[in-house]
Each structure stands twice: as structure tokens, then as C-alpha cells.
């Protein structure tokens, strides 16, 4: 095996697609190795571990979606302009960020007790942002 070396992006790339199809638990870090032809120790250099790639890929794609729905809806007063504009800014990240929303919203295998305390957190905030919309 050829052991290039690949950026932070390419690695997460890869790693993102292979969550997907095989889930986070069906992934290992070989898996992501073999599937960038990039050494094992590659991968550990950038991200410590497998749990440091699923922290970077949530991290650097869906956790800061509350941020943007709040801020997409600050320059509106109207109240059906702002719901537009929360809707709108939601469907942006979530086209933007499907693999990513699937892997962290819609996969059902079981997932460690910290990164679903994670997802129900950043779920629950979404959640609480529509519900004090809608009031």
C-alpha cells in the first residue's frame, strides 16, 4: 500500500462517506486508511482517533447549525419573514450537509452514550429554536 498524504479534508471526506454507508460503528480506522490510500498513522496524526474524526466531521458541519438558524432569522421582525428565513437557512445546511445530516440525525445504529448525548443536545436546540419561533 502507498502511504500518501492526504489533508485533514480528504480524511474527513472519506471517513464522512464510509460512516454513511457502513455507520459509525461498521467504520474503522483501517477502513478510512485503505479507503484514502494513506497509512493508518496518517490518520491518528490529524485526528487521535476514530472518535477525533466523528468530533472534527460533527463539528465542521452540522454543530453550529442553531447558530445559523438564529442568525438567518436576526435581520427579520415579521414574524412570517423570520419563519422564511429559519426555514430557508435549515434546507441551505441541510443540502449542504446530507451525508453528514444523515449520519448524525437520521442513522438509527447504536451509537456511543456521548456522541448521542451530543446529538440529542444539538437536536433539542434545533427543536427549541422552532418551538419559540412558533410561539
Do not use: C
Not at 464522512?16 to 490518520?43: M, P
Not at 445559523?68 to 445546511?93: C, G, I, Q, Y
Amino acid at each position: 500500500m502507498s502511504t500518501k498524504r492526504h489533508t485533514k479534508q480528504d480524511l474527513l471526506e472519506a471517513a464522512s462517506h464510509l460512516f454513511e454507508q457502513k455507520g459509525y460503528k461498521g467504520t474503522s480506522i483501517r477502513d478510512i486508511a485503505k479507503a484514502t490510500d494513506t497509512s493508518i498513522s496518517n490518520i491518528y496524526h490529524h485526528f487521535g482517533s476514530k472518535e477525533g474524526v466523528w468530533k472534527t466531521i460533527h463539528e465542521t458541519s452540522v454543530m453550529d447549525l442553531p447558530a445559523k438558524l438564529r442568525n438567518a432569522m436576526a435581520a427579520e421582525t415579521d414574524p412570517l419573514l423570520r419563519f422564511k428565513s429559519l426555514l430557508k437557512a435549515h434546507l441551505e445546511v441541510a443540502s449542504e450537509y446530507r451525508r453528514e445530516s444523515r449520519i448524525f440525525f437520521l442513522d438509527h445504529y447504536p451509537v456511543d452514550p456521548n456522541r448521542n448525548k451530543v446529538n440529542v443536545e444539538l437536536q433539542n436546540s434545533i427543536l427549541g429554536i422552532y418551538v419559540d419561533e412558533l410561539t
